[in-house]
């Protein structure tokens, strides 16, 4: 049918792709030129390209771009999938230091808060850079939804006596960190900031790693880098991509309005309420919480109403973009007791809004818009499953209600204008306060309501930053003359598989889309808007059939214009959302299930709603939907071919990138139409425009990325690449698919009896949608889909499948509902009613009706999960077809059975057209089940398949078997093989059909031509040994027995006379023949089961193995054992022009041979075999010493590694200088020790990290690099130094002047060595044992692990003329499966255990700390070192070494432990790991020993093996069946390859010859050896992760450690290395302090107002806070000039090669032992204020680092506050010994004093032999400073206080006063005596 054109113009004008449709072969432009120019004229290039078909054969030109037409939905096989379960996730912290904090003399420390956990490091102080290098660990057990919405929260507080102050912050979301790649951050710097102050920006950085790991997820161990030069601004703890300063901005979510919310109140106290009140009144009080990073924000309740209108914003200020992926909407019904939630919504961030550039990139919008909300069932009782549905954990199984809202982001421009935005909203906020925080009281409780989920953020609530709470206007557009109508029309074609509990009542199915069509909602339809005007409405909406500014212009009204005359009267009974009621009936075949007579009528249901016209949204989702799915399947086959390994995969998925390209293009022509078009109209929201743009543009990446995969060139490995980046490509395109802006919701079924809701199924509302474009379509429109129904609500273990539906939906606009039955499956017709909305058919009548026969050939099935306790089960099928059901028989004991039955279904009644049965019958379910004795079968899995039909008219073909996955919820359930057949009964009847052979019993097997085509096989099996099995049935494992079966038939092993003694097989090889299938797809599985022979011939099993495919044990010949000529080999021309234009004769010069082989350039040319290619490069090119191997180009698998080496190599030769100095300073004094070795080796790994920001484009360059950059004279010049260390190496340790030795160096692997070469398994495989029960829960395998088979398999065809060979082979003893197999006696092996260091170790104490020690298990021996635990560390040095002699088989499982030391109580496990020595000591990588990069006979670097170099080169050429090495002077001929090199030595001035350098050097390069080489294990450290059985599969740190193994009937190795921890080198620093300089002046005298300061400088080394010390005061410095000559004296304990100052004290007065820590050695000087009787005043403050500080400036007046910061020359005073000069103090930023210093650094011997005074005491005194005489303190000297300030001031004031003073006394006297003397004088005269 063609969709009519009238509708085309609402797809975004998609009328030019109409032409494209008939064009049938658009796949190939041969037009490049049109591919480019498409993006400026769409519409003349898609005319371009249906104009060019270009005719490429064997391209699938019919597939044209639109998914085929069929009638049913795809077929999908897993049946329900189990929902997710709360999982253990750990994250682990680890805080390093802080830089830059902000404050002054601060004591930070730094809290840690996720979620309701807080743990805080210890607290340093008086410091603004602590350092604290503290690990913490959290554990989760959570869904993983609410797990990754935690928010991480880094607080730096200042800690004082009472209270502390919060300096800064930092938060991120636990998604953000899952999402980095190995889900972590290293190294990396938090930045701090103040969210209640946002102007003040940076308040300084927090270094730390984060990461978090779910099981299974193994962290990588990452490398503490700690310069003081590292850039921070470069390493911030940002996801990459996000800029490095973010500004902040306002997220304004505004809530305006809900309507649908479930009328009645779920909460227990509204139950009794309506008990009161009656029904009448809708008791729930809405209100919206929005939380977002740790802010909560909510709306006002309003009451009583189920629509309620709130018109608020809730503002939230964060940085952007903000590291917190989702936002969190939820509705909640507030209530007298606790409040309840109704739904919740998450915004994923990154869905609405893009990150990229410039104008591309759009900030985060949202709406306005309808956000549906799901959750429990409307009217379901209060119980647990519902809290969790409603608050977002787990899929909704009801609509309930939806809101409508809007996201808009204002980024704030800078401080101060934010400042004031900000402070004109407070008012407002406090006005609101009393009913925000009124009820903020309350809503922790809600979240209490929420049970064990408490969602997200309510464990946020009580703490969060509330958010500000504003009006906003409400929005403009909610017109209800929007709202156009929606018919939902659905047919059910069959119902089956209905359970027997609800099948006795009478059951029907509800159709409900939102709240319409839900006939158990009390409230009806009215709940969706006002009552009033609902009717009238609706009939608006259908007056009008199209709002014009959808559609551009108003199409034609002919279509609806018969609604018009009949509306009134049809409306109200439009909606029939139910099927009638109707009792179920029992299946045929056996009595599980019921099904629904619906044979001969359909019923139908139509469901009329009214929602806003934004199917444009739909539309788009299901154009990308369809490219989607398009390219899915194009690269899924493709994939599939490429698994059978087919050559078409590579041209198939070409196509499908072709394909996907095209559809694309179309897309973006559509979408650009669109938005053109679209410019002007008002009811695209901002979101929509940015999506159009946003998927046009992500589009056009993603085509660049198809085209430069499609024109890859073929690499090794490519297809594979291809596949992956493909898959990539894939999951793009969905991300783009899923629409954030809802609009219709989604649609519910519901299986209802008896009127309760009983099942339910979910389909989403835009699968169903229709367009009349056929690409806009859904992908469920008009087909028949297969729903099961499941019950709503916790899961029970096993099938919850109540009914399997058969429906047809059509879902769209009414006008667009004459299209519904267009694609109704033949031979149907509406049986009532018409064809369009207003008169919808009530069912659909079957015109013709047709009897067929199933047969389903039940072969066999693979993989079954464990259902009994012996491991295994007892299944059998049961076949579920329409009104069937039959069942197999039972096989007992097995997970591979092979059934081989037919069970028939007759008398089947079809309706409809035969070709569409034909074509697209209905599916059948086969479920497999664990048949019990006891109770009820238990469920293994389900599938479903489609049967190939056969009608009467067609001759009859057999079917052929296929495998159907079986899924058991989400996991897998193996594979079953069968056939279905669905036979047509002729009129004849049935005896036409082809005759099924039956056997006695009734059973059916199956037919020959049906079963596969068998030939002969053998399979000869290794039997090694078994290890580690644990006891069965209380008993231990005595005398096991091993049984191969596959394909019916078993081979048996030798018994183990005494498994104890001895658990490896007597005999060690056997065979047998099989009959397997021809077709390798086939082959059924091979199981390996163990059994134990007990007393009286009793056997028990002790568990199985089952291989499922037996691919891997093909038979390839060994490549024959060549004169190794014949491997291909490039020309060796090809390497000269690096070294010299043709091949000269041997130079000596350079150090390289060219030997040629004539033979070998006329062989190479004709080969072309992958294999040998790997190494064969750069076979001819020889070298001498210590230079890496001539480069080749990088080849695959081995070569990067050695190319790596090289260039290790030639760096550590170019940098010598520099080492030379820091060697010479730190370690002059220390001998060379395996540490150098240790130190050496790290930092060769770090520079080889730090060298290129590009590692995989370093290492293809790395041969060159090395070859430019090193140049042959360095080469040449290098092997002269060697030849010094060589000779030394001989034995002479003269005292050697010139430039120190390069140091040998060993390679850290930061995994396991298993993970680096493999698990040693190329000589006998392992396979793990199992019984029990397989659980849901993964964790379950540790419990049913109870051992392992130690053995190999190889499988090959027999022809005829081989099964004569091989009678006699057998005789013969010669199998090919044991070729190259060590001997299998019993091993006496000398072991030693190094254990160098463990990091990051589970915490084990209640302090966050542990003490670990370790134990050391190998069989019975156990070594247990408890004695040396290491207190309080969590990254404990251990330099252990441990020797035990062992005998393989019995003792070959090595277990090192690392346990917790408690002084009470039994110590805690923290951690093992197990290896398997047994794996290493005879794989060929000879994993026993490590060959060191150097040969030397003794010192640091001593030769550790039992062979010299020599001897283990002759011997592996002897084990791999090669000829000796020839040693010659100057070269070594192995397998006809010469390697040159130097052998000649001079000792003692006597040349010595020695081969053992250059046969090392070749033992290093085995693999380039042809066919027999591989690589060496070179000399290691491996990092093993430990594991605790407590806390399966999550890391609980690494141990670094290696294993060497040596036979002890070889010599004796010499003494094992003593890697014991380097003891700290006590030092001693003395600093004389001698002058300051404009120190500020903090006080001013009372009287005087006079400026001064009483100075005194304080100093300590960090970390030694215990041992601060003060100079004396220098009182009233009225310049700030202080002078002290006062000496500080500082011990402390240091290591060199590390850096770091040890310091070993107690934590508290409890501790019992010291703890260590490691710190840089960093010295903090400050200058303070004395104050008598106040608290002294911080003046400033200079933190030098010991190692690199910048030189002190010659005089105060040079000395500048920027000396700290400008890249002046850093000293360290471990070189220079002594440093004077002048330091400045700084307090935040300023410059507030200068300090004269000197320093001198002393090692402790020095300092016994040459002691001093601290202060100015004895010995080597200090002179008293000469201070002047003001120095002084008034309260000490009050008369000198007097003289200082006031006499030498007020001298003259004084003395006239006293004059003064005198003369008024004088005077004042003499009037008071003259009267007396007058008088007197009077009296008497």
């Known amino acids: 049918m063609e969709p009519k054109p009238r509708k085309a113009k609402t797809m975004f004008g998609l009328k030019v792709k109409k032409k494209k449709k008939h064009a049938n072969k658009d796949l190939v432009l041969a037009n490049k030129g049109a591919l480019e120019s498409e993006v400026e004229v769409p519409e003349e290039s898609l005319l371009l390209e249906g104009e060019n078909p270009d005719d490429e054969p064997g391209t699938s030109a019919v597939r044209t771009r639109i998914i085929p037409n069929t009638k049913r939905a795809k077929l999908k096989t897993r049946i329900q999938d189990s929902e997710g379960k709360p999982q253990s996730f750990q994250i682990a912290i680890n805080i390093t230091e802080a830089r830059q904090l902000v404050g002054e003399n601060i004591d930070p420390s730094v809290v840690i808060e996720i979620g309701d956990e807080k743990k805080q490091t210890s607290v340093k102080e008086g410091t603004n850079a602590p350092f604290y290098n503290e690990y913490f660990v959290f554990d989760f057990f959570a869904h993983k939804e609410v797990f990754f919405d935690k928010v991480i929260k880094l607080t730096v507080v200042h800690s004082k006596m009472l209270r502390s102050f919060c300096i800064g912050s930092f938060k991120l979301d636990v998604w953000t960190v899952y999402k980095q790649p190995g889900h972590q951050f290293m190294n990396k710097w938090a930045m701090l900031t103040n969210p209640c102050d946002i102007s003040t920006g940076v308040k300084g950085y927090v270094k730390c790693d984060i990461s978090v790991s779910a099981k299974g997820d193994a962290m990588q161990p990452g490398q503490k880098a700690s310069d003081a030069e590292e850039q921070i601004d470069k390493n911030l703890l940002i996801p990459e991509g996000f800029p490095s300063e973010r500004p902040w901005a306002r997220f304004c979510v505004k809530v305006y309005q809900a309507e649908g919310l479930p009328r009645n109140n779920s909460s227990i106290m509204a139950n009794v309420t309506k008990a009161f009140i009656g ?394 139409a669109k938005l053109k078009a679209e410019l002007k109209s008002t009811y695209l929201t901002q979101l929509d425009k940015k999506r159009l743009t946003m998927c046009k543009q992500e589009l056009e990446s993603m085509i660049g990325e198809a085209q430069s995969l499609e024109e890859r060139k073929r690499k090794a490995g490519g297809m594979k690449e291809m596949l992956q980046d493909a898959t990539k490509l894939t999951q793009k395109l969905r991300f783009l698919v899923v629409e954030p802006q809802h609009t219709v919701p989604d649609i519910f079924v519901w299986l209802l009896s008896n009127n309760k809701r009983v099942a339910y199924a979910r389909i989403r509302a835009r699968d169903l949608l229709f367009s009349s474009s056929t690409e806009a379509k859904g992908i469920h429109c008009g087909k028949i889909i297969t729903l099961f129904l499941k019950p709503p609500g916790k899961r029970v273990a096993g099938l919850s499948v109540q009914a399997k539906l058969d429906v047809y939906l059509w879902f769209g606009t009414c006008l667009d509902s004459i299209y519904m039955l267009d694609d109704l499956p033949a031979g149907f017709s509406p049986a009532a009613g018409g064809t369009d909305a207003s008169n919808p058919p009530k069912s659909l009548l079957g015109t013709e009706e047709h009897q ?81 004795a006891l109770g009820k079968a238990e469920y293994l899995g389900a599938t479903v398949a489609v049967p190939e039909v056969r009608l009467a008219s067609d001759p009859y073909r057999p079917p052929t078997l296929q495998y159907s996955p079986l899924h058991c919820g989400s996991q897998s359930g193996g594979d079953l093989l069968a056939a ?66 596959c394909a019916g038939k078993t081979l048996r092993s030798s018994v183990i006379q005494k498994y104890k003694s001895n658990p490896n097989f007597t005999t060690l090889v056997d065979a047998i023949e099989l009959e397997l299938p021809e077709n390798e797809h086939l ?68 150090g390289f041979i060219f030997a040629s082989h004539p033979i070998e350039l006329s062989q190479h040319a004709g080969e072309t075999s992958s294999t040998v290619a790997l190494t064969k490069d750069q076979d001819f090119l020889i070298t001498v010493e210590d230079e890496p191997p001539p480069p080749a180009p990088p080849t695959p698998k081995p070569e990067p590694k050695k190319t790596k080496d090289g260039k290790m190599k030639t760096t550590r030769g170019r940098s010598t200088k520099r080492r030379k100095r820091t060697i010479a300073d730190e370690s002059a004094e220390s001998v060379i020790d395996w540490w150098s070795k240790y130190y050496a080796s790290v930092e060769k790994q770090a520079k080889q990290k730090d060298g290129s920001p590009f590692p995989q484009v370093f290492e ?46 060993l390679k850290l692997y930061n995994k396991e060595l298993e993970a680096e070469f493999g698990p040693f398994d190329d000589w006998v495989n392992t396979y793990e044992l ?107 040095v251990f330099g252990r070494s441990f020797e035990i002699q062992a005998s393989f088989p019995r003792e070959s499982l090595l277990s090192v432990l690392i346990y917790d030391y408690d002084l009470v109580g039994g110590d805690d496990l923290i951690g093992e790991t197990r290896i398997d020595l047994e794996n290493r000591f005879y794989s060929r990588h000879r994993a026993t020993c490590g060959l060191p990069t150097e040969y030397s006979l003794d010192g640091y670097n001593a030769w550790r093996d039992c062979l010299k170099p020599s001897e283990l080169l002759s011997k592996l050429c002897r084990d791999n069946g090669l ?99 380097r003891k700290p080198k006590g030092y001693e620093l003395r600093i004389i302090i001698w002058n300051t300089e404009d120190v500020i002046l903090e006080d001013s005298n009372f009287l005087t107002g006079q400026q001064s300061s009483d100075i005194y400088i304080k100093g300590w080394l960090k970390g ?169 303190s008034w309260f000490v000297n009050p008369f000198k206080c007097f003289f200082h300030l006031v006499w030498r001031s007020y001298k003259k004031y004084i003395i006239i006063a006293l004059v003064v003073l005198i003369t008024m006394l004088f005077l004042a006297l003499l009037f008071y005596t003259l009267p007396g003397a007058i008088s007197q004088k009077i009296v008497n005269g």
């Open 279 to 672: 029904d009448n009144t809708a008791l729930i009080d809405p209100y919206v919480v929005v939380s977002f990073f740790k802010q909560v924000g909510r709306t006002s309740t309003q009451k009583s109403t189920a629509d309620p209108v709130w018109n608020e914003q809730i503002v939230f200020t964060e940085m952007f973009p903000p590291l917190c992926q989702r936002l969190k909407i939820q509705v909640w019904d507030e209530g007298s007791m606790s409040d309840v939630a109704i739904g919740t919504h998450y915004f994923d961030l990154r869905r609405i809004s893009n990150e990229q550039d410039g104008d591309k990139g759009f900030l985060p919008t949202f709406g306005p818009a309808w956000i549906n909300l799901y959750g429990s069932a409307r009217n379901f009782s209060l119980g647990d499953d519902t809290v969790e549905l409603n608050e977002g954990i787990g899929e909704g199984v009801s609509y309930r209600g939806r809101v409508y809202m809007e996201l808009a982001v204002e980024i704030l421009s800078g401080g101060t204008g934010s400042e004031s935005k900000l402070r004109i909203v407070k008012p407002l906020k406090d006005a609101k306060a009393g009913k925000a925080g009124g009820k903020d009281g309350k809503t922790p409780a809600g979240g209490g309501a929420g049970g064990a989920a408490g969602g997200a953020a309510d464990d946020d609530k009580g703490k969060a930053v509330a958010a500000e709470v504003l009006p906003v206007e409400s929005p403009p557009e909610l017109n209800p003359d929007d709202k156009e109508s929606f018919l939902l029309f659905g047919a059910l074609f069959e119902a089956t598989m209905i359970d027997r509990k609800i099948g006795d009542k009478p059951i029907s199915f509800e159709f409900s889309l939102g709240n319409y069509g839900n006939v158990l909602e009390p409230a009806g339809q009215s709940s969706l808007t006002a009552p009033s005007p609902a009717v009238s409405r609706r009939r608006r909406a259908l007056d009008v059939p199209d709002s014009s500014d959808m559609h551009g212009a108003s199409p034609p009204l002919s279509p609806s214009s018969p609604l018009l005359p009949r509306e009134p009267q049809d409306i109200p009974q439009v909606s029939k959302s139910t099927t009638p009621a109707e009792k179920p009936l029992i299946v045929e075949g056996n009595r599980y299930y019921m099904y629904l007579p619906l044979e001969k009528q359909k019923p139908c249901i139509n469901v009329l709603s009214h929602w806003e016209d934004r199917t444009y949204r739909l539309y788009n989702s299901n154009m990308l939907e369809n490219i989607a799915v398009l390219f899915e399947e194009g690269v899924a086959s493709a994939a599939e071919l490429h698994r059978k390994s087919d050559p078409g995969a590579e041209l198939m998925l070409k196509t499908s990138l072709k394909e996907f390209c095209m559809d694309a293009r179309s897309f973006i022509a559509a979408a650009e």
């Open 852 to 932: 067929f026969e199933l047969r389903c050939h039940m072969y066999q099935a693979r993989g079954l999960i464990a259902a009994d306790n012996s491991g295994l089960s007892d299944p059998f099928a049961r076949v579920t077809y329409l009104s069937h059901s039959q069942t197999t028989n039972v096989i007992s004991q097995t997970l591979s059975p092979t059934w081989n039955q037919s069970l028939p279904m007759s008398r089947l009644l079809l309706s409809g057209d035969l070709q569409y049965i034909q074509q697209e019958p209905p599916r059948i379910l086969i479920e497999v089940y664990d048949d019990d």
């Open 980 to 1045: 279905f057949e669905l036979l047509q009964v002729p009129q004849s009847g049935e005896q036409n059909l082809p005759a099924l052979e039956e056997q006695e019993g009734g059973i059916y097997t199956v037919p020959d031509n049906i079963r596969p085509v068998l030939s002969t096989y053998r399979l000869e099996v290794l039997f090694w040994g078994l290890r580690e099995l644990k006891k069965v049935q209380f008993l231990s494992v005595d005398r096991p027995q091993v049984f191969i079966e």
């Open 1083 to 1150: 082959h059924p599985p091979l199981s390996i089961t163990v059994v134990d022979w007990r007393a009286f011939g009793r056997s028990t099993l002790v568990g199985n193995h089952i291989i499922n495919n037996l691919k891997a044990f093909k038979y390839t010949p060994p490549p024959a054992l060549p004169a190794p000529i014949q491997t291909h080999k490039p020309p060796m021309v090809t390497y000269t022009p690096a070294r010299a234009p043709t091949p000269e004769p041997p130079s000596t010069e350079g």
């Open 1260 to 1305: 293809k360059a790395l041969p060159y690099q090395s070859l430019l950059s090193a140049g042959i004279d360095s080469m040449v010049s290098s092997s002269v130094g060697d030849k010094k260390k060589k000779h030394k190496g001989k034995g002479v340790m003269e005292p050697k002047p010139g430039p120190l030795p390069k140091l040998a160096t």
């Open 1330 to 1436: 199992f019984r029990g029960k397989a659980n849901e829960e993964d964790g379950a395998t540790d419990e049913r692990y109870v051992g392992k088979f130690k053995g190999r398999f190889c499988l090959y065809k027999l022809n005829e003329d081989e099964d004569e060979d091989w009678e006699e082979a057998a005789d013969t003893g010669y199998f090919r499966v044991n070729r190259g197999i060590p001997p299998n006696c019993p091993v006496q092996v000398l072991i030693r255990v190094y254990i160098v260091s463990a990091s990051n170790l589970h915490p084990a104490d209640p302090d966050g700390k542990a003490d670990p020690y370790i134990v050391v298990r190998l069989g019975k021996n156990e070594i247990k070192d408890r004695d040396n635990y290491i207190p309080k560390q969590l990254n404990p």
């Open 1523 to 1621: 000829e000796d090495p020839q040693f010659r002077p100057g070269r070594i001929t192995v397998a006809d390859k010469v390697f040159t090199g130097k052998t000649v030595f001079m000792d003692e001035d006597e040349p010595v010859e020695s081969y053992e350098h250059l046969s090392l050097k070749i033992l290093h390069r085995w693999a380039e050896i042809p066919a027999v080489g591989c690589k060496l294990v070179p000399e290691h450290i491996e990092t093993r992760t430990l594991f605790n059985k407590a806390r399966p599969g999550l890391d609980q740190g690494q141990v670094q450690m290696w294993v060497d193994m040596f036979p002890l009937d070889l010599p004796h190795p010499g003494p094992s290395v003593d890697i014991s921890p």
């Open 1664 to 1832: 030694l806070e215990d041992d601060r010390q003060e100079t004396d005061v220098h009182y009233n410095s009225l310049t700030g000039e202080g002078n002290f000559n006062w000496r500080f004296v500082f011990p402390f304990s240091y290591l060199p090669a590390e850096k770091v100052v040890v310091v070993r004290k107690r934590e508290s007065i409890f501790s019992l032992d010291k703890t260590e820590q490691k710190l840089p050695a960093i010295l903090i000087l400050q200058v303070w204020d004395f104050e008598t009787l106040s608290s002294d005043d911080f003046l400033g403050t200079v933190e030098l680092d010991l190692h690199g500080f910048p030189r002190g400036a010659k005089t105060a007046k040079s000395c500048k506050a920027d000396m700290l910061t400008d890249g002046t020359e850093k000293i360290s005073i471990f070189q220079q010994k002594r440093a004077r000069g002048w330091w400045p103090f700084g307090k935040s930023g300023e410059l507030t004093g200068k300090v004269e210093a000197e320093f001198h650094l002393v090692t402790a011997e020095e300092a016994e032999k040459n002691p001093v005074g601290r202060a100015r005491k004895e010995p080597e005194p200090l002179p008293k400073p000469n201070r002047p005489d003001t120095s002084f």
